[in-house]
């Protein structure tokens, strides 16, 4: 299963690099003003989610929830149990913490790009209406170097994410 969500995961980054890189038509700003709208849009569910996923962490780090958890657990070491348990749920709350970081410095990068987009759009629309679908070269430039670094460290946070998730999972799995 594990091997299977990162064979997903990379053919979803490679659709997402080629889709991006071999962008022939030039698209208009008020077009990229509505993508980053929707990217923002996206971005904020991904925040609320991981948002409720720390506090159901932090809910889940008091002593008393940590003790209920393990409560059908028989153990000669029951205190090493609990700790085990605290240790796992604070790698958790650490990716997710880290996750939200990531998601707040793509937030103020998309408000960032959204503004540029809208005074372009504006100036376009002041100009008058340009000849559609002008071709134009692409080239690797420094935001498109962010925007795929920003691709992978949120690919390597998912699989983390998974990852932990799993091995979490295989442990409780042999604590029963």
Known sequence: MKSSMIIFLILMATNCFSSTA??????????????????????DARQETAKLQVQQLEDALKPENIERSLAGVGSTRPE???????????????????????????????????????????????AGPLIENQLRITSITPTLFVAFGLLAILIIAVVVCISVLLRIQAIERALR
Do not use: F, G, H, P
């Open 80 to 126: 090493e149990l609990r700790e085990q348990r605290r240790r796992q749920l604070l790698i958790e709350k650490k990716v997710v913490d880290a996750e939200l970081e990531q998601l707040t410095l793509r937030r103020t990068q998309l408000e960032t790009a959204l503004s540029a987009a809208e005074v372009q759009a504006y100036q376009e629309s002041a």
């Open 22 to 43: 071999y962008s022939q038509t030039k698209q208009s700003a008020v077009e990229t003003v509505q993508d980053l709208k929707l990217q923002l849009i996206e971005l």
